[in-house]
């Protein structure tokens, strides 16, 4: 229900539509094909996607002899669940004892800061000891933005001055979370894009100091994407994906977009699960991904 909440927008504009198809046409043909093509595609689907899922729709209606286009309904459910699900496990990799370190990657307004805002109100929640690193040394207001997070969630904030070594701000922000005994370290770092080589650079030197202190840390690089920047979202994904050792994907946002289908087609560019999604700005509007109710909450 949280997401059939939190998907309101992408039911009204995709799921409707599907809906209606099925209504409007009860048999299948050309015209079928073609319309439920459309769909998916303007949902963000993806057009690679889109084709190989109308292949098989195709297959499957020849080779059980379909004819109502209410008996392919639940198989469209089925299908894209199954796009959906990652080979890795959706939750979130924990430390098997002491500290958990969780860095997060991304571009400047995907949501970093809200997400390890929120992501530090649910271990509170679940009665662990959290801190956080102010890795974006760079953003101007972005330390302070961590720290309004931090007081509102109850939780200290590691930080150096502005324009200070990220790397450095990690190495202290471990030694705090090992002298505090802290569960958990939430590290935010820097989203600008002029630079991409420069940002992959600071990126790998934040890993080394991090596996300097604890050898199997980070045990989660979580890349954040904004899921209304569509095909932004998309050529983020690829450009961190391959460098940064992405393990998890967080997809924020999904209240304020129509187009819940980029969930889909960066799943299958990417290879890497989502773990989280965004459904809105509160601090508990953060919830795991579950491939099956995702699709349940669009279609159930
Ligand atoms: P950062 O630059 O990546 O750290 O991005 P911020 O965390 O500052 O978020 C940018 C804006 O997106 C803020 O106004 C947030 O309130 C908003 N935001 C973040 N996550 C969500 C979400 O899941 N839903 C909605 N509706 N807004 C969000």
Redesign the pocket.
């Known amino acids: 229900t949280v997401f059939k909440e939190g998907l309101a927008k992408t039911r009204d504009a995709f799921v409707e539509k599907v809906e209606d198809l099925f209504v409007r046409r009860k048999k299948i043909d050309e015209e079928f094909y073609e319309e439920l093509e459309e769909i998916l595609i303007g949902a963000d689907v993806g057009v690679n996607t889109v084709m190989d899922l109308m292949d098989e729709l195709r297959a499957e209606v020849k080779k059980r002899r379909i004819e109502d286009a209410s008996d392919l309904r639940p198989i469209l459910s089925e299908k894209l669940i199954g796009l959906l699900d990652a080979e890795g496990d959706a939750t979130l990799t924990m430390a098997p004892s002491g500290l958990t370190v969780i860095l997060f990657v991304?571009?400047?307004?995907?949501?970093?800061?809200?997400?390890i805002?929120k992501l530090a109100h649910r271990f509170k929640q679940e009665g662990k000891k959290v801190l956080m690193a102010a890795g974006?040394t760079f953003?101007a207001g972005?330390i302070e933005?961590l720290e309004v997070w931090g007081q509102r969630v109850g939780v200290d904030v590691i930080k150096q001055q502005a324009g200070s070594d990220p790397a450095a701000v990690m190495f202290d922000a471990i030694q705090a979370a090992k002298t505090r005994q802290a569960d958990i370290l939430l590290c935010?770092t820097a989203?600008r894009m002029q630079n991409k080589s420069n940002l992959m650079e600071e990126l790998n030197k934040i890993f080394r100091v991090i596996k300097r202190e604890i050898p199997d840390a980070p045990h989660e690089v979580l890349l954040?994407l904004?899921a209304n920047t569509g095909q932004n979202a998309l050529q983020q994904a690829r450009l961190f994906g391959d460098k940064s050792g992405v393990t998890g994907l967080v997809l924020?946002?999904?209240?304020?977009t129509s187009k819940g289908g980029i969930v889909i087609a960066i799943r299958q560019e990417m290879n890497i699960p989502v773990k989280l999604?965004?459904?809105?700005?509160k601090m508990t509007?953060?919830q795991d991904f579950d491939s099956e109710q995702f699709v349940l909450a669009l279609f159930a």
Do not use: H
Not at 277 to 281: A, T
């Open positions: 991304g571009v400047n307004g995907v949501g970093k800061t809200t997400t805002g974006d953003r972005a933005q935010d989203g954040v904004d924020t946002k999904l209240d304020s999604v965004g459904l809105g700005e509007d953060l």
